[in-house]
């Protein structure tokens, strides 16, 4: 067990950095940020005041030279995450990235790789795995209540788009698939989670808005801009089916966003729901004549922040279930923990297997 505090470098003080890290990094009781690095100095400075004043730097490599770290937090465009984390793993640092965790697998590998090699502690910030209705999901299927899986199908849908073009998301360099990374790379990763099992094999199809008007992804009319609808079918290793759709560009009015889980198996079929107003889950038994709704528990709070609308999309967001809490509890404890970064790669091969699968409009294997 360590005896001094985590030194925890941010880089990137986004507005998403203060909703879902900054209350991690404040409570948890090991960890202290003793550094932030931002390009807009003033976010870096806002962000600093609120964590007790840490210096503030608008070079990476500066902050890494200058500050004795720990520990980084990657809360930046797709592209800067494999570079960034890279740095920070030569350095011995433990690094905790948002997702997709790289623009491609070639670039997931190699920072999966040198991980390793420093036997750093990392995790891509997948906050699905968390929600209490995932994790009932998944101890119903692995605990055989809902029989052998036939098929599961995953939905991650929002509406943001239709207000214009999510910035750099929104551009195929910067990020190197649109919604696929952006919701898309959750809902994968969920798959993997509850099932249990790898997607073996994919064919997709992409579309994305031109003047209002959907166009087919690969079309010389889309140029550098990215997908905003996929949709997709897998196979799975134990050879059931997975659907996948996500879209930022479908209307949800009150909703904001939401993702759906269905899956169904030979005894029974358990389906969930998660959005701006509620999350739910329930089960239908085979013979039964109605659904049996589950309620849901939602661990103690470890922060006394000011609550967001987004806690009813995310209520575990002020719990010890907090993704970058559990980061902090790993380094702290010395141990490794999930999702981490071969969950992260897995999943960008899958990314890349859609993408490719739409551009060569075929099956492709993974």
């Known amino acids: ?65 200058q500050v004795k770290l720990d520990a980084v937090t990657v809360v930046l465009p797709n592209d800067l995450h494999h570079p960034i984390a890279m740095l920070a793993l030569q350095r011995g640092l433990h690094v905790c990235t948002e997702k997709p965790m790289a623009l491609n697998a070639t670039q997931a590998r190699e920072m999966l790789d040198m991980a390793r090699r420093q036997k750093a502690i990392t995790m891509v910030n997948f906050t699905y795995r968390d929600n209490p209705a995932v994790l009932e999901m998944r101890r119903v299927l692995q605990a055989g209540e809902l029989g052998s899986l036939i098929y599961a199908n995953f939905s991650y849908v929002g509406g943001y788009a239709l207000r214009g073009r999510p910035g750099w998301r929104g551009q195929r360099d910067r990020s190197g698939a649109g919604i696929l990374g ?19 094999a994919v064919t997709s199809d992409a579309i994305t808005m031109v003047n209002d008007r959907p166009v087919p992804a690969q079309s010389p009319q889309v140029g550098p801009l990215n997908d905003d609808s996929v949709a997709f079918i897998s196979r799975l290793s134990s050879g059931a089916h997975s659907c996948f ?58 922060s006394h922040e000011q609550e967001s609308p987004q806690d009813r999309f995310r209520p575990w967001r002020l719990t010890a279930s907090n993704s970058v809490y559990r980061w902090l509890d790993a380094i702290a404890g010395d141990e490794f923990v999930k999702p981490d970064f071969d969950d992260g790669y897995r999943t960008q091969r899958v990314i890349d297997a859609v993408i490719e699968a739409d551009r060569q409009r075929r099956w492709v294997d993974i």
Do not use: Y
């Open 182 to 200: 952006d919701l898309g790379s959750h809902i994968i990763d969920l798959c993997r989670w509850i099932t249990g099992e790898e997607i073996t």
């Open 245 to 302: 759709h996500t879209s930022w560009a479908t209307a949800q009015g009150s909703r904001s966003q939401t993702i759906r889980i269905e899956i169904a198996g030979t005894k029974a079929f358990a389906v969930m729901t998660a959005d701006f107003e509620e999350v739910k889950l329930s089960i239908q038994m085979s013979g039964e004549p109605s659904n049996r709704p589950i309620l849901l528990s939602i661990g103690p709070k470890i």
């Open 1 to 65: 067990m360590r005896k001094e505090k985590i030194r925890v470098g941010i880089v990137g003080p986004s507005w998403w950095t203060d909703l879902w890290f900054v209350p991690a990094l404040k409570a948890h009781p090991d960890a202290e940020v003793v550094a932030i690095c931002g390009q807009g100095s003033e976010h870096a400075s806002a962000m600093a005041t609120r964590l007790g004043n840490p210096p503030t730097f608008t070079d990476v490599k500066e902050m890494l030279d």
